[in-house]
T-cell receptor
Framework: GAGVSQTPSNKVTEKGKYVELRCDPI?????LYWYRQSLGQGPEFLIY????????DSGLPNDRFFAVRPEGSVSTLKIQRTERGDSAVYLC?????????????FGSGTRLTVV | GEDVEQSLFLSVREGDSSVINCTYT??????LYWYKQEPGAGLQLLTY?????DMKQDQRLTVLLNKKDKHLSLRIADTQTGDSAIYFC????????????FGTGTLLAVQP
């Protein structure tokens, strides 16, 4: 597609439930990043994929968070046993192999609210 | 660790110039970016500068980089009400991940 697509745009879930957030990157972009943006803050890095593999997952806050990119294109961020503190906007970005001077194209994000 | 800092708020009158400042800590950063975020929207890349440059101009936008002081600024000439948004400075991690480290954002309010 023309841009990075994230679905759903909004998700409200109950505490303790499982959620999946989807990112469809720009076709041909090998690098894919997930960020989390809490209210009043800048985005914080969660995980980076180069192709199908998670090359850096050092930003995942704990083992309730997991992400996959099985075919090197679409990625899914999975959160188990959600907590109210997980409420945030989850942003996905893709780039041509690490951004360089071309920057990173961000999706519009998924706003997750845990009640 | 890496850190990027920005002032939280800037108010200007329409037609004036705006200058948004940013400091960063990672001296190995190769690229520095400015992103714009409007309410309820994603991040829009405005401009970027390579670390071996001092200045970059792109229409109404001028980026100044002082690598010695690790200081980056974004100047918007002839600021318009449509420029009202949050502006994020970001440095590209100098390691293999190339992840972005963002500041907390500066809210620019343009008064008519």
């Amino acid at each position: 597609g023309a841009g990075v697509s994230q679905t759903p745009s909004n998700k409200v879930t109950e505490k303790g439930k499982y959620v999946e957030l989807r990112c469809d990157p720009i076709s041909g972009h090998t690098a894919l990043y997930w960020y989390r943006q809490s209210l009043g803050q800048g985005p914080e890095f969660l995980i980076y994929f180069q192709g199908t593999g998670a090359a850096d997952d050092s930003g995942l806050p704990n083992d309730r968070f997991f992400a996959v990119r099985p075919e090197g294109s679409v990625s899914t961020l999975k959160i188990q046993r959600t907590e109210r503190g997980d409420s945030a906007v989850y942003l996905c970005a893709s780039s041509l192999s690490g951004g360089a001077g071309y920057g990173y194209t961000f999706g519009s994000g998924t706003r997750l609210t845990v009640v | 660790g890496e850190d990027v800092e920005q002032s939280l708020f800037l108010s200007v009158r329409e037609g004036d110039s705006s200058v948004i400042n940013c400091t960063y800590t990672d001296s190995s950063s190769t690229y520095l970016y400015w992103y714009k975020q409007e309410p309820g929207a994603g991040l829009q890349l405005l401009t970027y500068i390579f670390s071996n440059m001092d200045m970059k101009q792109d229409q109404r936008l001028t980026v100044l980089l002082n690598k010695k002081d690790k200081h980056l600024s974004l100047r918007i000439a002839d600021t318009q009400t449509g420029d009202s948004a949050i502006y994020f400075c970001a440095e590209r991690d100098g390691g293999a991940t190339n992840k972005l480290i963002f500041g907390t954002g500066t809210l620019l309010a343009v008064q008519p």
